[in-house]
Every structure is written in structure tokens, then in C-alpha cells.
């Protein structure tokens, strides 16, 4: 366990049992007749003895878990760790006896073996229960950061490939003709794989940062469209320190140009908007170009779109599992709008 993390269970454990003991005390002189003194003080000491024993447990089993590749050998270790901690806990109540005073005729310490046999195990067996509750949602939690970062670099990999073929054609077919846009593109080129790779293992960032990491694309995109693309943005001032996923509006944009204003032969528009709406911030990416070409049910079900809006959609469902929507639409007026709505927040992501 980490330290920060030995600090918390440390206080959960002794908060426990010093309501466990609490209540045992209260038990004890309510029921049993015994003085509130002797009775504190003899619950308390054997309730409080637990909270190491306790954080034994809790370190032994998060480094042996139950675990279905060693199941058996777990099992035989945990079986000998429940022994160990009735041995030291009978070891502990018969060596501070005398001092507390648990029992009005000391026993033999076999008897208090025997009584801390029959009663820690279960004990042991409910902490150890805790231990791998913890275990197993660090566990799940840890797999689904993984896989949502193993889909970022997907999608990063996706997208750098073809995106870097395009812009070099580019880059070579205005070298002649245009040398000063040839040279605009090779600077935002530049720009644009410097910020990446600063970014890269960053999940989160604030919209405004993510659209000042977009700019680099779409100075190259209106280099290679020339005056066929039109880019404008519709972003209201207090959506600017939301945070989004980063990396999450370059393939939107990307849909649009690709598939809805490269296709034609009219120049076209790509419009970002952002707003927020109470508890949601609210995106889209619209171009007024070919419009959708899947199937009208495809497009209800909102499962149109090429690779970069599935891996789009698998990412927001990792990290806002069922509080977002992406919706792929025919735009009013002709084009294609893909609506984006993720919950708004301003800090990082706990």
C-alpha cells in the first residue's frame, strides 16, 4: 500500500474498532452489570489490539490476492495467515491480562489459544473480504484507464498516418508553385507535432487549450483547401475552462472536411460551436457538405461515421460511462452536424 493510502486505512481501522469497543463497553455495563470503568477499559484494549492485526491483514492479502491462477496457494497462505494472527492475538490478550484484567481467574494461555482459534478466524476472513473488495475496483478501475488510454493512442496512430501523407503531398505540389505556403504548412506542420507529442498521456485538457492545439490542423487543412474551406467558431466565453477529453475535436473536424467538403466541389464551412447547458457543456462540429451517405437507420442509432467518431465514442464511454450523447445528424439546411454533450466541469477528473 502507498503511504497516503496505509494513513487512510490506518484511521478507518482504528476509527472502527474504537466504535466497535464503544459499543461493546456500553453492552458490557448495560447487560452484563460490569463498572464503566472496567468495562471501557477491557473492551476498548481487546477492540483496539485489532487495528494492527487489521492493517496486516489488509497489506497481506493486497499483496497475495485470491486470484483464479494461484487460487490454491492463496488459499493455503490466507488458511496461515488466519493461524498467525489467533496465535499473536491469544499472545497479546494473555501477556496484558494481568494489566487489564479480562478474566477475574487467569487461564492457561492453550484456553486463550483456544478461544482466539475458534473466534479470529472470522474476523480474519470479513477483513480479508474488505481487502479484495478494494482489490478488485482498483483493479477494474485500473483496467479502464488503461484501455482508454490504449484507445487514445489509437486514435492518434490513426489519425497521424494518412493526415501526414495528405499534408506532405501538399507540401510537395506547392513547393514550385506556391514556396510560401509550402513553408506556412511545414511551420504548422512543425507546430502541430511538437504539441502532440508534448500532450501525449494527457487525458483531460480545458477547451481552450484543446481548440489552441486544433488551430496547427486547420492551418494546414486551409492551405491544402485553399479557399474551398471556411472554418468558423461559435464558442461561448464560459465554456472555454471545461474540461474535454483531449484530442476529442480534431477527428469531428476531420469527419467534416474528409467526408463532407472534400467530396464536393463547392467551397464549404466547417462551424465549431460550444455552450454550456446547466450540468452539460454541449459541442458541434457542422460543414455544409454532401451531407450523411449511411443508412437512415444507421443515422437514428447515431452509429454512422468513419474510424475516428467510433474510437470517439468508445473513449467517451470509458471515461463518462452513460453521462454523455454523440449524435451523427443531417445538419438543417444540408451537411452533416455531430452533436457532443459531456458532463461540465472545470477540474481535472479525480
Not at 490506518?10 to 447487560?31: K, Q, R
Not at 496457494?73 to 489467533?86: M, P
Not at 452533416?336 to 481535472?348: H, S
Request: glycine share 8%.
Amino acid at each position: 500500500m502507498a503511504r497516503r493510502e496505509t494513513w487512510q486505512w490506518c484511521v478507518a481501522a482504528t476509527a472502527y474498532w474504537t466504535l466497535a469497543g464503544l459499543a461493546a463497553s456500553s453492552e458490557a455495563h448495560a447487560i452484563g452489570g460490569m463498572g464503566w470503568g472496567h468495562a471501557l477499559l477491557t473492551s476498548m484494549v481487546a477492540h483496539l489490539l485489532w487495528v494492527p492485526l487489521t492493517l496486516a491483514i489488509l497489506g497481506f492479502a493486497l499483496r497475495f490476492p485470491l486470484e483464479r491462477r494461484h487460487v490454491a496457494s492463496r488459499i493455503a497462505l490466507h488458511v496461515a495467515g488466519a493461524l498467525v494472527v489467533s496465535v499473536l492475538r491469544a499472545a497479546m490478550i494473555f501477556s496484558l491480562d494481568p494489566w487489564v484484567g479480562w478474566y477475574a481467574q487467569r487461564p492457561a494461555f492453550l484456553d486463550v489459544l483456544t478461544h482466539a482459534l475458534l473466534s479470529n478466524p472470522f474476523v480474519y476472513l470479513t477483513v480479508l473480504g474488505v481487502a479484495h473488495a478494494v482489490y478488485y475496483a482498483d483493479q477494474l478501475r485500473l483496467r479502464e484507464t488503461q484501455l482508454a488510454r490504449a484507445q487514445l493512442h489509437a486514435l492518434k496512430a490513426q489519425l497521424h498516418p494518412h493526415f501526414l501523407f495528405n499534408t506532405l503531398n501538399t507540401i510537395s505540389a506547392l513547393v514550385h508553385r506556391d514556396p510560401h505556403g509550402s513553408e506556412r504548412m511545414i511551420a504548422r506542420l512543425s507546430d502541430l507535432l511538437r504539441g502532440t507529442l508534448d500532450a501525449a498521456g494527457t487525458e483531460e485538457v480545458p477547451l481552450q487549450e484543446e481548440l489552441r492545439s486544433l488551430q496547427p490542423y486547420l492551418d494546414i487543412q486551409g492551405v491544402r483547401f485553399a479557399d474551398r474551406l471556411t472554418v468558423k467558431q461559435d464558442i461561448a466565453t464560459d465554456a472555454l475552462t471545461a474540461r474535454v477529453p483531449h484530442l476529442v475535436l480534431q477527428p469531428l473536424v476531420e469527419n467534416a472536411i474528409q467526408h463532407g467538403i472534400a467530396p464536393g466541389s463547392e467551397p464549404g464551412t466547417v462551424t465549431l460551436v460550444a455552450r454550456r447547458e446547466g450540468p452539460e457543456l454541449h459541442l458541434e462540429v457542422r460543414d455544409d457538405g454532401v451531407g450523411l451517405k449511411e443508412h437512415p437507420a444507421e443515422v437514428s442509432r447515431g452509429t454512422g461515421g468513419g474510424l475516428g467518431l467510433r474510437i470517439t465514442r468508445e473513449r467517451l464511454a470509458q471515461h463518462y460511462g452513460g453521462a454523455h450523447r454523440l449524435e451523427l445528424k443531417d445538419a438543417v439546411g444540408g451537411g452533416t452536424t455531430v452533436a457532443l454533450a459531456i458532463p461540465f466541469r472545470t477540474e481535472p477528473t479525480p
